[in-house]
């Protein structure tokens, strides 16, 4: 099954510019998602098909993805960006599943 | 506006039963798959699977295959998750989303607010 490795922890100072890894065995060719939960909340779709970002989500956030690596970049940060995050993709190989990465907790500082 | 509305807390028994609900609404409940994600306490998101409404297809990650049942009620445009026999380890928050976007690049755009199970003797 496919796999993907996020590190558990980044920390960042306010105004800052944050970078979350996600990796994954030539990620470059699927489709990378993600997500944002703050605690106690469900989760919220952030980022889609690698760099879109939906309705009501600040330009602050971004993505990209190249090579084994996708990258959440989440620019001028602030305290209130400080959450869980996801990445995901659709594990079309022999399991055909829909498989999250391990999450960030994202401090700031 | 979509939404989806899921049932309350649930407190249960190892062994017991258990079915619990998510409505949707603000879109065509039949023309989208619903899927179910576990959040074990103080871990991450797994996916468990998911159904089609429209025609009852259901697919479910090996590891929760034979462990629930994932059903719909088109009528009520209502997703279930269900257990026969459920186990402490099964104490968790779930939720359930809706899935966009064709298979290889799905996501899920709309979540409901979870479901907390506890399972305790």
């Known amino acids: 099954s496919y796999e993907l490795t996020q590190p558990p922890s980044v920390s960042v100072a306010p105004g800052k510019t944050a970078s979350i890894s996600c990796g994954g065995n030539?990620?470059?060719?699927?489709?990378v998602h993600w997500y944002q939960q703050k605690p106690g909340q469900a989760p919220v779709l952030l980022i889609y098909?690698?760099?879109d970002r939906p309705s009501g989500v600040p330009e602050r956030f971004s993505g990209s993805n190249s090579g084994n690596t996708a990258t959440l970049t989440i620019s001028r940060v602030e305290a209130g960006d400080e959450a869980d995050y996801y990445c995901q993709v659709w594990d079309s190989g022999s399991d055909h599943d829909l498989v999250f990465g391990g999450g960030t907790k994202l401090t700031v500082l | 506006e979509v939404q989806l509305v899921q049932s309350g807390v649930e407190v249960k028994k190892p062994g017991e039963s258990l079915k619990i609900s998510c409505k949707g609404s603000g879109y065509s409940f039949n023309s989208y798959w619903i899927g179910w994600v576990r959040q074990m306490p103080g871990k991450g998101l797994e996916w468990m699977g998911m159904i089609y409404p429209g025609d009852s297809d259901t697919k479910y990650r090996a590891s929760f295959q034979g462990r629930v049942t994932i059903s719909a009620d088109t009528s009520i445009s209502t997703a279930y998750l269900q257990w026969s026999s459920l186990k402490a380890s099964d104490t968790a928050m779930y939720y359930c989303?809706?899935?966009?976007?064709?298979?290889?690049?799905?996501?899920?755009?709309?979540w409901g607010p979870g479901t907390l199970v506890t399972v305790s003797s």
């Open positions: 098909y690698d760099r």
């Open positions: 030539n990620i470059e060719t699927k489709s």
């Open positions: 989303a809706r899935h966009i976007g064709a298979e290889v690049g799905t996501r899920l755009d709309h």
